[in-house]
């Protein structure tokens, strides 16, 4: 049996393997309708429930209704569930996992929970933009009506919107009701949906315990489990500070030892240094001491200096009287000749002075001669320039006196005008024989296109490619024109876009035509290709936006060469197959890229003879090839892997004769009306061509025209133009004649203005003339008055030779009483120098006492003896053989000691801190010890609980299963293995994802999650298609197993999803069926289907075969 239409079929494999365009959730008896809490629209969806089913029977969180719209699969549809066991089932591809999906996604978890896509919008049903999800739940005693939650997901924005009871809020308070409810959808135990049943196989024994907790335990018990991991994490951690503490102790403590020795030398060497800086200080002292001594002998050097010459002095001062005042004398006659000189140059700087002020006298009369010449040379100016204004008046007005002939404007114009009419009527006339010409063109070029494009399609039917576009015209128009504005505009992509596979493709050998087209649908012949994505851009706005035309646009990023065949060439014919599809195809590679990447031709096989069912059953075994044509049948293969090697299904069809890439002609019919209709466009071509050398004949007699009456009309415009000119210029003479007589009245003023200028500067040049002489007189008289200053200057100086003369000869009688004044004199001069120089000399020594910082008294008494009784000399003796010793010991690292107590602060630090952490481990143990004396036990009996139902499952099936704690040291270690046994010879093995078959793994997860089903935290579990793979035997006894638990009193609502049953299954009266019917011709009210009446028109049609 075939699947619903392939127009509607889903491109995205990871959501469903088929899709329908409608589907609805039906159950065994139609349940009568209850006023809905929330819908999606007024009116839109009602609930109800069946078999005496009270909506009381519902645990609280468990689902009473689940309703959506554009969701995967479904364009609208309702689900009403039951509160124990729900049994949904359908063909595949009908929509049971979409129910799924819409529990996950409606109950704000990640689509990642269901092992399929990655994103929300892709749950939005093809061709539509907004999905929406309403799930109503039973509500908890203390709430007061049951809980509604609607989203909406947008496929653009890939968003989602929450509503709960009707008002709209957001993701995390769904998720905060979802925790509150202990709903866990994100737990494997509690929701295992289709693509992670082979997951839950393959978790991880830490990861099993924790699911199981979360799913049977109770909240107590994950509390302490979550603080026993944050102690064993806090402990494990301290531990690890403690160990790290203990070696890094050892290791300072060993180092510390190592640097002992050093240390030593460098406290020994410091002392050294100590007692060195201290006879330095002791030194400086000693110097300060004996500096103060010596400052006190020469304060009395200098007093018998100076008593001594104070008694030379009154010894000697008659004799020195005489001396003093010739000496006075000569002083003053000393002090006459700076006076003299200072007149001197009074006297020549007057004189300079004034002889400048004659100069610039010279220049100023210098500067007048020029001025008066100027003006004269002006006056001259003026004078012509009166000559030419009285001739120019005299020509003017004999020029005015002649008046030319009278100039008449208006009669001129009307000349023009009378002409320039004349123009505009051929210029209208031409216009109009140019508009018809320009039609007559337009209508030419017209017809000689059409001319081209029949030729070219009368031509086209002697090609493949032709005939391919012409079927292309015909059949798909929208495409066609598509096809013709990518050929008009392909300079404007980045690369080249390819044409419909139709045109661009054909068939390498005509006998596998059909058999290739058949594996293909029509969408695939006629889609345009694109090979980049801004290209692809540039052809959806065009196409779809622009011209709104509906065409199937492609890309494909793969190269050709990535795709290849399942199989060798060899081994397919080994299988009945000529080849696979791509080998019988030839086009562009992009295009064959694209049919492989969306078509698998290559792995598509073909063969031209009938396989027998040999054949049929090597290449569905082969497992490498799911579609091949062979003869006249086509054949499709699914296989469902993680069900195991026998979940496969296959369709086979009967092939069809293929409507593209034939060489079949095409109807001579429409070759012959294209000729006749050649014959006519050419007839009237030739006939629109002769019209077009009339127009231009006449168009150039109208055009001699017009250059006539335009040579006239610029005829006219000379002859006005210069007759208006002479009246023009006629008419001005006044106004010029009375413009010179302006300037010549300006010019005489200008003249008479000139002379008296002239007056005022000759009266200016008396003036200088005689200031200049006053100059010359007063620069003379200061000449003279230099001579007598130099004259009293020689006299100063005569006198001060003299007066030099006679004290030199005083002195020469008094020569040893002067000369012991000098020596005594110059012996008080050093005395006083010496007092300087030692004064000096403590004070710098006193400064460098005072820098020595002997802040306390101790320190001070140290110097003190060290320098008591002890020259400089002595104490600088005492430091040298101190330094002496330094030298004997080696300087070491001055680090060393900063190092040294840095490390035994250190080390003192870690010995506090390990105390520390001691006492926190000794805190932590109690903890841990108290909380797991309480949880370990529960956990032993819950664990216990959980193996004895896994046990019991197994053994009704003659197997054995064990579920066991593994109580590792490591706290984060601890895990639950589950052990099962299906061999009487086998030991208990761990269940994983590779030793036990798919089979043995579906049985051991079904039976966990059903030994799970008594001890629940969920309000609902969820389990899809957990029955493939299953042999009969045990899919019938997993299946009463589950009829068994899940309908006990006080169980969690359970769901479970099977595209199958076997027959004379058990069934419970707690039990709900939900069948799912979808196809391509639904009723447009799907409750009134009665699935009753259904079964018996097709046992009848059944019987009547």
């Keep these: 049996m075939s699947s619903v239409s392939g127009s509607r079929r889903r491109t995205r494999d990871e959501l469903e ?152 809020t957001s993701h995390k308070s769904i998720q905060k009701l979802m925790r509150t409810l202990k709903i866990q959808v994100d737990n494997l135990c509690q929701f295992l949906p289709q693509d992670r049943v082979v997951e839950f196989a393959g978790s991880s024994p830490v990861e099993l315990l924790q699911e199981t907790l979360r799913a049977a335990a109770p909240e107590q018990m994950l509390e302490w489990q979550e603080e026993l991991r944050e102690l064993h994490k806090e402990k494990k951690e301290l531990g690890e500070v403690a160990e790290r503490d203990g070696e890094n102790l050892k290791n300072l403590e060993s180092r510390q030892q190592g640097l002992q020795a050093d240390v030593d030398r460098i406290r020994e060497r410091a002392e050294i240094e100590e007692k060195v800086k201290n006879l330095k200080s002791a030194q400086l002292l000693s110097r300060y001491n004996d500096a103060r001594q010596k400052l006190v002998l020469a304060k009395n050097r200098k007093t018998d200096a100076e008593k001594a010459l104070d008694r030379l002095k009154r010894e000697t001062g008659p004799s020195l009287e005489a001396i003093k005042k010739k000496q006075a004398y000569a002083q003053k006659a000393k002090a006459l000749v700076p006076i003299k000189e200072r007149l001197q140059r009074n006297a020549e700087a007057e004189s300079e002075r004034l002889l400048r002020e ?38 003017l007005q004999a020029d005015h006196r002649n ?168 081994e397919a014919n080994s299988l009945g197959l000529d080849g696979f599809s791509l080998d019988f195809i030839e086009g562009p590679s992009p295009v064959l890229a694209m049919l492989c990447a969306e078509k698998g031709i290559h792995r598509a096989g073909v063969a031209l003879k009938e396989h027998n069912n040999d054949q049929y059953e090597r290449l569905v075994q082969s497992g490498s090839i799911s579609q091949w044509a062979a003869g006249t049948q086509s054949n499709i293969v699914r296989r469902r892997k993680e069900y195991g090697p026998q979940a496969v299904t296959s369709v086979t069809k009967q092939i069809q004769p293929g409507q593209f890439w034939t060489s079949q002609p095409l109807d001579s019919q429409e070759k012959v009306e294209l000729n006749n209709r050649l014959s006519e466009v050419t007839e009237v071509f030739n006939g629109l061509k002769s019209q077009s050398k009339e127009f231009a004949r006449q168009k150039a007699e109208i055009d001699s025209k017009m250059a006539d009456i335009a040579k006239t009309i610029d005829k006219i415009k000379e002859e006005k133009n210069a007759l208006q000119r002479e009246h023009q210029k006629w008419l001005a003479l006044p106004d010029k004649i009375a413009i010179e007589e302006k300037k010549k009245e300006t010019t005489e003023q200008a003249m008479r203005d000139i002379r008296k200028g002239l007056t005022d500067l000759q009266y200016d040049w008396d003036e200088g003339t005689i200031a200049r002489a006053e100059a010359v007189l007063e620069h003379a008289k200061s000449l003279e008055r230099i001579g007598e200053a130099h004259r009293q200057l020689i006299e100063a100086k005569i006198q001060v030779i003299e007066a030099e003369s006679d004290l030199e000869g ?7 009483i002067m000369q012991q004044l000098e020596e005594q004199t110059l012996e008080l001069a050093e005395a006083e120098a010496e007092v300087a120089r030692v004064r000096a000399k403590g004070a710098e020594i006193r400064d460098l006492v005072r820098e020595l910082s002997l802040e306390t008294e101790e320190q001070r008494d140290l110097i003190s003896r060290l320098q008591e009784g002890k020259t400089p000399d002595e104490l600088g003796m005492e430091i040298d053989a101190e330094e002496a010793k330094l030298e004997l010991i080696h300087a070491a690292n001055p680090n060393v000691i900063r190092e040294f107590e840095k490390r035994t602060a250190e080390i003192l630090r870690i010995q506090k801190r390990m105390e520390t952490s001691t006492d926190t481990l000794r805190d932590l143990t109690q903890k841990i010890e108290g909380i797991m004396g309480q949880w370990e036990p529960q956990l032993d009996q819950l664990v216990s609980t959980i193996n004895d139902a896994f046990a019991y499952n197994f053994e009704q099936i003659s197997c054995a299963g064990e579920v066991r704690v593994h109580k590792d040291p490591d706290f984060d270690q601890w895990a639950l293995d589950i052990m099962v046994k299906f061999r009487e010879n086998e030991e208990l093995q761990k269940l994983n994802a590779h030793r036990q078959s798919g089979g043995e793994r579906a049985v051991s997860t079904i039976f966990y999650l059903m030994a799970l089903q008594s001890l629940a935290q969920s309000p609902f579990r969820v389990v899809d298609e957990i029955n493939q793979g299953m042999d009969p035997r045990n899919e019938r006894m997993v299946h009463e197993r589950m009829v068994e638990i899940a309908c006990r009193e006080h169980t969690s609502q359970y769901f479970l999803i099977t595209p199958k049953l076997l027959a004379n299954l058990r069934y419970d009266r707690k039990m709900r069926v939900l069948c799912i019917a979808s196809g391509e011709y639904m009723p447009a009210e799907g409750k009134k289907l009665d699935f009753k009446r259904c079964l018996k028109i097709q046992k009848g049609l059944l019987a009547g075969a």
């Design 358 to 395: 004659a100069g610039r006298a010279a220049e100023q009369m210098n500067e007048w001669n020029n001025k008066i010449n100027a003006e004269r040379t002006g006056f001259e100016e003026k004078k012509q320039e009166l000559a030419q204004c009285r001739q120019k008046i005299t020509a």
């Design 17 to 168: 393997e088929d899709d329908s365009d409608s589907s609805i959730a039906s159950r065994d008896v139609e349940p009568p309708k209850r006023p809905r809490t929330n819908g999606l629209s007024a009116g839109a969806w009602s609930n109800g429930f069946t078999n005496g089913t009270q909506e009381d029977e519902f645990q609280p969180g468990s689902i009473i209704r689940v309703a959506v719209e554009n969701f995967v699969t479904y364009e609208k549809a309702e689900f009403f569930p039951g509160p124990n066991l729900n049994m949904v089932i359908g063909p595949n591809g009908t929509g049971k996992s979409s129910l799924v999906c819409a529990i996950c996604l409606g109950l704000g978890y990640s689509p990642k929970n269901l092992g399929r896509a990655g994103t929300v919008k892709e749950f939005v049903k093809i061709g539509k933009d907004v999905a929406t999800i309403e799930i109503e739940l039973k509500k908890r005693p203390e709430d007061r009506r049951n809980w509604t939650i609607r989203v909406q997901i947008k496929r653009e924005q890939n968003s989602q919107k929450w509503w709960l009871n009707g008002k709209e």
């Design 403 to 570: 008046r030319p002939p009278e100039f008449n404007g208006p009669e001129w114009n009307q000349k023009v005008r009378d002409e320039e009419k004349n123009l505009r009527d051929l210029e209208s006339e031409k216009r109009e024989l140019d508009g018809r010409f320009s039609e007559l063109k337009t209508q030419g070029l017209a017809k000689r296109d059409e001319l081209k494009k029949l030729q070219e399609e009368i031509e086209a039917f002697d090609t493949q490619e032709g005939q391919q576009l012409s079927l292309l015209k015909k059949h798909f128009p929208e495409v066609a024109t598509a096809w013709d504005w990518i050929q008009q505009h392909k300079d404007e992509f980045e690369k080249e876009v390819f044409g419909p596979p139709m045109v661009s493709c054909s068939i390498k050998d005509e006998r596998y035509s059909s058999l290739v087209q058949c594996l293909l649908q029509k969408d695939d012949f006629t889609c345009i290709v694109a090979q980049t994505k801004n290209d692809y851009k540039k052809l959806t706005h065009q196409l779809y936006k622009v011209m709104s035309l509906s065409v199937n646009i492609r890309t494909c990023s793969q190269p050709l060469q990535s795709f290849r065949p399942p199989v060798n060439h060899e």
């Design 810 to 816: 005083l002195r020469l009688r008094n020569g040893r």
